[in-house]
T-cell receptor, first 116, second 113 residues
Framework: GAVVSQHPSRVICKSGTSVKIECRSL??????MFWYRQFPKQSLMLMAT?????????EQGVEKDKFLINHASLTLSTLTVTSAHPEDSSFYIC????????????FGPGTRLTVL | SQKIEQNSEALNIQEGKTATLTCNYT??????LQWYRQDPGRGPVFLLL?????KEKRKERLKVTFDTTLKQSLFHITASQPADSATYLC????????????FGSGTRLSIRP
């Protein structure tokens, strides 16, 4: 089946630093990738939709200058949390839709970000 | 606004019984309805997708129904096992590859031996 990887799986950083999270579709091409964040015992909240070769579309309330998204190729999207603060600590999950198939989304394993 | 409700935050059943989870939605006409499993600290794993013109779909011990009149989906796990314990998420999706999936809040299923 389709596999999506994320790196790193876990990161701890100091307040004010920037953190980059990578999302890769390993065995399929994805024109569209999605970034979610999830707080404990809550559902996934969509942050932005990332299209290869174009600017990301952010959901209402998500600061695009703080959460920089780059979709450089059909298999790679990155999320950079700039000037991270403790309230940015969360579980970040990416997903990708295959250009083929039935429109199902394949999710990465997630990245746990802790900002001290 | 679009809304998805999974009416049980948690469900606790005996091993071997059938677990039934419910997903209701409003203000949306999805092309697809999907069910995912999520284990703690992990990303969701796709289980089943059912299209708007399909009534029922099965995969091994899993069965999903989709009633677009009632705007409801039921997700069944037959012969449940402790390994089925997880959070199950219902999600709605549109037609295009760029459409956004909307997730329900999930039902935490626990299967006791």
């Amino acid at each position: 089946g389709a596999v999506v990887s994320q790196h790193p799986s876990r990161v701890i950083c100091k307040s004010g630093t920037s953190v980059k999270i990578e999302c890769r579709s390993l065995d399929f091409q994805a024109t569209t990738m999605f970034w979610y964040r999830q707080f404990p015992k809550q559902s996934l909240m969509l942050m932005a939709t990332s299209n290869e070769g174009s600017k990301a579309t952010y959901e209402q309330g998500v600061e695009k200058d703080k959460f920089l998204i780059n979709h450089a190729s059909l298999t790679l999207s990155t999320l950079t949390v700039t000037s991270a603060h403790p309230e940015d600590s969360s579980f970040y999950i990416c997903s990708a839709k295959s250009v083929l198939g039935y429109n199902e989304q394949f999710f990465g394993p997630g990245t746990r970000l802790t900002v001290l | 606004s679009q809304k998805i409700e999974q009416n049980s935050e948690a469900l606790n059943i005996q091993e071997g019984k059938t677990a039934t989870l419910t997903c209701n939605y409003t203000n949306y006409s999805p092309a697809y309805l999907q069910w995912y499993r999520q284990d703690p600290g992990r990303g969701p794993v796709f289980l089943l997708l059912i299209r708007e013109n399909e009534k029922e779909k099965r995969k091994e011990r899993l069965k999903v129904t989709f009633d677009t009149t009632l705007k409801q989906s039921l997700f069944h796990i037959t012969a449940s096992q402790p390994a089925d314990s997880a959070t199950y998420l219902c999600a709605l999706d549109g037609y295009s590859s760029a459409s956004k999936i909307i997730f329900g809040s999930g039902t935490r299923l626990s299967i006791r031996p």
